[in-house]
């Protein structure tokens, strides 16, 4: 039997209840557990489940709480990982049929530090395969399903985590964006999904798909939970090459201290072309918000940020290739048609056009760094539009691609953030994407939990609030 | 307008052989024209970047001092 208000409480709430010993980390676990089972086989979020392994956890973090051994906010909070994290002696696919075997001898070192917080691991989560894609239509493991319209994808490549946090399978992920690829599914699905600084969080032990562009981050379905996995995961390891080095933050810490103050730029061009007429409106109510909220706003110009997309698929396309290219030579038919499509681009891209792109990068990193000298953070739709029908074709170029205002931010590796903010005419969420200056993830945080307490958030998909 | 002749398929894949890849004329056609679309858009937008502009360096951007 499970218990909805379980399942849509916060996993900040569920920590500070499983810390005074209201709730038995076992009790959340098992609830989750029959959800999945409940929900899942419509979804096809998870593509494994470690039900065994998660009780086991979950009764050693009981014993633990009841000792006094209490590891922090997050202890005994279930949580769901793209199926991109190596994971000791558990499966790890990237979504790709080349993978099905491989079974790691350790976990990332992310998951080493999620298992030392406390967390409970329910199981790997769907993705596009290689987390090359923005649908998670794998056809290796099957489609994932956006659980607010079964028919409609949850985005990608983490759509499975998108996909089991808006149906109360889990209460934390962690997921991976090279262009969009936390932000997207957090849009189309309703929750939270924050890309941190490039290099705050180390990625090693999870599969690359571009090592320039790719970050790993949070998705949930609050702020503060975002924050707190933040907390966990964030800090330098010397598995990565580009990580941070420098000290841990406490990127609670700011939270609650509202907008009044801070200067909210309104990016052009780009940003509000194109979009859905729904889209616009929410984009705009929510700008109104953070006024009435005190924040001042200004429209700031970007003046390349046009000339970004394209140098970020030459960039992606080049790496990916790279990286799959002992593959793509072995055993191409292993993949599926659209990603197999995507790398055979790249072998063809001189190393001259990708050092152009490189320089792009750098373009747009200048003209942001000088934005971010008369504005705190940056305000735009996440998305043009809300989740597409699953089998709609989605288009990789730069005007018309559904990622354009997310990759810029990858170029970059400035922290952005999607928060619900609102629904379409059909009741498909819609995400707002705020952006700050490098390494203050604090403030994008504290003007989206400034939102996020305005505005409220039902937090799950109608079908999983029963 | 003058018309760029498009790569030749016989090109590209002796490009793909010499690195692993293997790629017959149905694929090649069809990736021409993308490959061709993507290098054209790249040319469009690095066209006028400054002479002294430098690509961007691995590892994390500048933390704001």
Redesign the interface.
Known sequence: MSLPKLAASSAADLGRRLARRELSPVEVVADSLARIERFDPKLNSFLTVTGESALADARTAEAEIAAGRHRGPLHGVPLGLKDIFDTAGVRTTSGSRILTANVPARDAPVVERLRAAGTIVLGKLNLHEFAYGTTTTNPHFGPCRNPWDLDRVPGGSSGGSGAALAAGLCHLSLGTDTGGSIRVPASVCGGVGLKP????VPRGGVLPLA??LDHVGPMTRCVEDAALLLCAVAGTDAGD????RDGAEDFTADLERGVRGLTIGIPEPLFFDGLEPDVGQAAAKAIDVLERLGASTRLVTWPNV??GY??F??ML?SEASAFH??W??AR?EDYGADVR?AL??G???PAT?Y?????????L?DEL?MI?EAADVLVTPALPRTAPPIGEPISRE?TQSWTRFLAPFN????PAISVPCGCDRLGLPIGLQIAG????EATVLRVARAYERERGWPTLAPMARD | MERTPH?SIEV?IE??RQ?????DAA?AL??RA??ES??A??????DG?ERG????????????T
């Open positions: 600084t490039f290099g705050r090592w320039s090459a580009w990580s941070f046009d000339r394209t140098a698929h030459a396309a290219r002992p793509m030579g191409p499509a055979e681009i072998y063809f891209i056009a050092l152009d792109a490189r320089r792009v990068q750098l373009l990193r760094d971010f730069p170029l970059t590796g400035s200056r490098p390494f203050d | 790569m590209l490009i793909a690195q692993g890849i293997g790629l694929r069809d990736l993308r490959v993507l290098l858009r790249l040319a469009r937008v690095t970047l502009r430098q690509p961007a360096p691995g590892g994390p951007p500048r933390r704001p």
